[in-house]
């Protein structure tokens, strides 16, 4: 069946607030992220399909035609209940497939790697990747899933009982973006067509 990757995408308006810099690029950043991020999750080999919970209708339409699933009955809420609902919906759609939830601002994200993280989930298990601080959660698995993500995310993870991934040769997908010097790291790691076209 392969994974089901669950991505949440903001609306572009309020997305990326820290990218604030950068002026009108943000919420067309925003949304290269997310292409970038959905298209390579796709071509990972052992992912079956991706679902985006969004009610962009924009950012829906783009990843659509990608071929990712659509969420758009969001609960609203906020992330969290965003991500439970399209655990939740990859469940009742595939549920043969295990489900992980993936960050949407991974720009430079690279399949192989991604597939070395999927790997390496324990079986039947919840588990976790932190971002490349070490403060945050890029990717999250398990059922039921119980996302904690916010400030300090992977300190509640850890505490709710979910295994740490520690990978050393994962960059790509540990590389969310958030601010512009995070943008300048995934530059440097090598960034994705529509981010790379749109800088």
């Known amino acids: 069946m392969g994974w089901s990757l669950v991505v949440p995408v903001k609306a572009l ?40 919970v969004t ?33 939740a919906t990859a469940e009742r759609r595939h549920p043969r497939a295990p489900v992980a939830t993936l960050s949407a601002d991974l720009p430079a994200l690279r399949p192989t790697e991604l597939a070395r993280v999927l ?7 919840r588990a976790f990747l932190p971002d490349a601080p070490g403060t945050g959660t890029v990717l999250l698995t398990g059922a039921p899933l119980r996302p904690a993500f916010g ?11 979910a295994h740490e991934l520690l990978l050393p040769d994962v ?18 790691l090598g960034l994705g067509p529509a981010t790379a076209a749109l800088l």
Do not use: I, Q
């Open 119 to 125: 790997a390496a989930v324990p079986p039947g298990g």
């Open 13 to 52: 308006a309020e997305a990326k607030s820290r990218l604030a810099p950068l002026g009108p690029l943000r919420p067309r950043l925003a949304l290269a992220f997310a292409l970038d991020t959905v298209a390579a999750a796709l071509a990972c080999p052992v992912v079956g399909r991706v679902l985006v």
């Open 55 to 87: 009610r962009d209708e924009r950012a829906a339409g783009a990843l659509r035609a990608l071929g990712a699933e659509v969420v758009g009955d969001e609960p609203g809420g906020g992330l969290n209940p965003a991500l439970a609902h399209g655990a």
């Open 151 to 161: 400030t300090g995310s992977r300190d509640r993870h850890l505490a709710g009982g």
């Open 171 to 188: 960059p790509s997908v540990r590389r969310d973006v958030d601010t512009p010097a995070d943008l300048a790291e995934a530059r440097r």
